[in-house]
């Protein structure tokens, strides 16, 4: 059995711990919003955190999650209150969206750790994240956006 | 109701067969209590998780007056869309059109994509599809006469209520009103309105009274794409669902002779393996075991007559090819002789290659196939030609054959296949599999699958008089056709050529007098297909860097060379000032620096682009793109924004990054790394300007794609004065 918690619920599953954590959270607990792109940590698009660190999930066996918190896209907020997703509702962000759950949880360890991000910055956090819509000056709009809100106070 | 039996179906498997005890469980309840409280918990609407929604709201009273909207006592109006969502933002802009004839509540509004019938289909293409850069302008009439016709009903039903005339009542908000006490919602209506005839004629609304066409008006669909509930065709899960990975040829054309499952067969999860049209599918419980197993598959294929095929070998027949003429595609007066007659001219030979799609989802697809029904989920552009191919497999009549489309991760004209490829192989794995399946392709499956943009040659020749005026043109184009042999050969209109091959040059708009374009159709066994932008994507880059080199040869500069070629072209100039003036094209920039233009016209829009580019230690870096965009008359510009956005980097990145090669037959690309996409780091600064104007709609899917390999090709060249005549750039290969 494979023990973890994911997005503050403890889940306990009978599943091969090489698995992949992003099948185990796709298949098994059927947590979609974690989109397959590449299976090699190319793309960014399975991007969780476990124990607040971005994780490419598809490379990830499940049992790194073992007894830690694994955060989705599900979990960043439940009503979409988080400045993150405000913002980028505000820029209108997502073109097909299908990239967007790995930008908004990598873009979310970026504001933890650097909450007055520069482009640069943005640029480091950002980067190994694909979008084939071309969202990126929104998402940098986005980002810089969320920021201030936090910034501001309010947003919490 | 797409989303009623796959909610059913995954509320009733609470953690089936996994051991898990949360995950669903609470996914659902999540749905469950956003779509009962409308999204109202953060204070705005929830559309699209409409899936629920909707199911319930057809259970409820409601009123449809046409195919395209339903609206319920609950107020909701419910917009069915016939075309599909891959990121262009058609399930905003089609709503917009529908409700701004409506009088709707904006804020009431929501989506739903349309089941698979002929009244959905595309106005000017007699199927139902999304491509060609075509929803708004198609759908325009189509959707503000559905919203008319359902406000003259609405109105009618509340002047009856009130006994008056219905001309002394006026709509607004999604309600009608009279005098200044009378209200009635749309909601109160429903019931009556629903018992009234249509109206066999309405009147359209001046434009000058639009409310929300012309708006920036936000995207319906962002809210689900911020939260993970948004359902692509990957994300479908029915009850006893399989899925399904599948050994697939490694060469185009390869037969599969024999295969060896005995490791795989007792793989984990494995329920079945079975040879396919496709190859060789492996059916097991999960995603990932039936790729382990499928890894451990030994096949022996019969690699077939492109076991020796090579791009390398191929462009260098394609040169051979263009030495001679070909088949005419446009002949104004002798450019033969002008050219002979030149002051100065230049010949050029500009190389692009094939292209992966490479959308972000990569393909996949569900199927139930029942005795006597068979349902299909997937991301389609092309819902008629699926439906059709998968009922062909199936062995069911159309009707008895339902295609739901999901939102799509990407299209970019892949998931518009003639053949459905992805979508008959799943109903021949359905067939075997004995249970629902999902066939899910990995990202080196999809890269490898074929259906590319072809590659392509084009050789120019061109040459300027003594006072450096353009006299003549000759270009010939070498390339695989998308339309010949597959069902869409009629688009090609009886023409001994694919007018895909040559659009672009074949309305070369510049003032030059003697102008030649030619032909060459290669017949290459390497599936190819539409890809964002078409023939575009290749003849723009030509033909923009060679009038750049033809201004060269005239001792001009590239903005003002075009000018004076465009002088009876009042939209390209439009477009052409408007990137020119917004760039500062004047300004001077610092070393190491230049700047490129391109201009074009594609699916009824034009466009312009100014690149900002650098070149350091042999490193291209573009910095700044300014795009201009003239669309005619447009429904949303903040999606054009996205959409010129997006084009331009989709475009960027071919010109920087994108090539598909083929060695011994097999393709020597796999994945992100070997076809890379342009990352936020490479990212330009990208400005869009809007022409205003009142002229007919035009496209804005693809037009912003076309611009940007000639316009960074073009700026390279200011910076290092080399040539660049091969896609993608590559500062070695500069001439």
């Given at each position: ?156 | ?285 999960s995603f990932w075991q039936a790729k382990m197993a499928r890894d451990a598959l030994r096949v022996e294929w019969d690699e077939g007559s492109m076991a020796s095929f090579s791009t390398a070998q191929m462009m260098q027949d394609f040169r051979e090819r263009a030495k001679s003429p070909g088949t005419s595609v446009r002949k104004d007066g002798d450019a033969a002789a002008a050219l002979s007659n030149a002051a100065k001219k230049i010949e050029a030979v500009y190389e692009a290659p094939y292209l992966s799609h490479l959308m972000m989802e990569p393909l996949n697809c569900v199927v139930d196939l029942r005795a006597d029904s ?362």
């Open positions: 059995m494979l023990g973890f918690s994911v997005n503050g619920k403890r889940v306990d599953l009978d599943v091969d711990p090489s698995t992949p954590l992003l099948w185990v959270i796709r298949e098994h607990l059927g947590l979609t919003g974690t989109k397959y792109g590449c299976g090699m940590a190319q793309c960014g698009a399975c991007t969780v955190h476990i124990n607040g660190e971005a994780v490419r999930s598809c490379v990830a066996p499940a049992s790194r999650a073992s007894g830690k918190a694994v955060t989705t896209i599900e979990g960043l907020s439940p009503d979409l209150s988080n400045p993150l997703q405000r913002a980028w509702l505000e820029e209108d962000v997502p073109q097909c969206g299908y990239c967007q759950s790995g930008q908004l949880m990598s873009a979310a360890v970026l504001l933890r750790e650097k909450p007055s991000p520069t482009d640069d910055d943005i640029d480091e956090a950002m980067t190994g994240n694909i979008c084939r819509c071309g969202t990126y000056p929104r998402i940098r709009r986005a980002i810089h956006r969320a920021a201030e809100m936090v910034a501001k106070g309010g947003a919490q | 109701m797409i989303g009623r039996k796959m909610m059913g179906e995954n509320m009733s498997r609470p953690g089936a067969g996994t051991g898990a005890n949360t995950g669903i469980e609470r996914r659902n309840f999540l749905k469950f209590s956003v779509a009962a409280s409308g999204g109202l918990l953060i204070g705005f609407r929830f559309p699209g998780i409409s899936m629920l929604a909707s199911a319930q709201q057809a259970l409820a009273t409601a009123f449809m007056p046409n195919a395209f909207v339903r609206i319920g006592t609950d107020e909701r109006v419910t917009v069915i869309v016939n075309h599909s969502e891959m990121g262009q933002g058609v399930y905003t802009s089609l709503p917009m059109l529908l409700a701004e004839e409506l009088d709707a509540d904006w804020t009431k509004v929501g989506f739903e994509p349309a089941p698979v019938d002929p009244k959905y289909n595309h106005p000017a293409f007699g199927m139902q599809m999304t491509g060609g850069s075509s929803s708004v302008w198609s759908g325009l009439e189509q959707f503000r006469q559905a919203g008319a016709a359902a406000r003259a009903m609405l109105v009618a039903a509340a002047a009856q209520q009130w006994n008056v005339d219905a001309t002394s009542c006026r709509a607004e908000s999604g309600a009608v009103f009279h005098g200044s006490n009378d209200k009635l919602t749309y909601g109160q209506l429903v019931g009556a309105a629903a018992k009234l005839t249509p109206p066999a004629h309405v009147q359209l609304k001046d434009p000058k009274t639009f409310k929300l066409i012309g708006k920036p008006i936000k995207r319906l669909d962002t809210p689900e794409k911020l939260n993970g509930k948004a359902v692509f065709g990957i994300d479908v899960k029915l009850l006893g669902m399989l899925t399904a990975v599948i050994a697939r040829p490694p060469i185009f054309g390869a037969k599969m002779k024999s295969f060896d499952d005995s490791r795989a067969r007792s793989m984990p999860g494995v329920r079945k393996i079975v040879a396919v049209p496709a190859g060789v599918a492996v059916i097991a419980d068979c349902e299909v989920w997937t991301g389609s552009q092309f819902q008629t030609v699926d439906r059709a191919n998968a009922a062909k497999v199936a062995g069911l009549p159309n009707e008895k054959v339902q295609l739901h489309t999901t939102f799509l991760g990407g299209g970019f004209g892949r998931r518009a296949n003639p053949q459905s490829d992805f979508v008959v192989e799943a109903v021949h794995v359905a067939k075997a599999a004995g249970a629902p399946v999902k066939v899910i392709w990995t990202r080196e499956d999809d890269m490898a699958g074929g259906w590319y943009r072809p590659a392509f040659l084009h050789a120019i020749e061109g040459g300027v008089d003594a006072s450096g005026n353009a006299i003549g043109w000759r270009s010939r184009s070498v390339g695989q056709s998308i339309m010949t042999g597959t069902p869409f050969a009629a688009m090609m209109q009886g023409k001994d050529y694919d007018p895909a091959s040559v659009e672009g040059i074949d309305d070369l708009p510049y003032a030059i007098p003697n102008v030649t374009v030619e032909s060459h159709q290669a017949e290459v066994n390497v599936p190819v297909q539409w890809l964002r932008s078409v023939g575009h994507s290749h003849t723009a880059f030509a033909v923009e860097c060679f009038v750049d080199e033809l201004a060269s040869l005239a001792q001009k500069d590239p903005y003002q060379f075009r000018r004076e070629l465009l002088l009876k072209q009042p939209r390209y100039l439009g477009v052409l000032d408007l990137a020119a003036q917004k760039a500062g094209w004047d300004k001077p920039l610092p070393n190491g620096m230049g700047r490129g233009i391109a201009v074009h016209f594609a699916f009824g829009s034009y466009s312009a682009h100014v690149a900002e580019v650098s070149v350091t230690d042999g490193k291209i870096r573009v910095h700044r793109m300014v795009c201009a965009i003239d669309c005619g008359q447009y429904v949303n510009p903040g999606i054009i924004a996205a959409q010129t956005e997006g084009g331009a980097i989709f475009g960027a990145s071919a010109a920087l990054f994108q090539e598909l090669t083929f060695e011994n037959g097999r393709l020597q690309q796999t994945n992100f790394h070997t076809f890379p996409v342009m990352r936020m780091n490479e990212c330009p600064q990208i400005e869009t300007y809007i022409v205003e104007n009142n002229e007919k709609p035009g496209g804005i899917g693809e037009p912003g794609v076309p611009c940007a390999a000639p316009a960074i090709a073009n700026a390279v060249f200011a910076v290092t004065g080399k040539r660049i005549r091969r896609l993608p750039i590559r500062l070695t290969e500069a001439v």
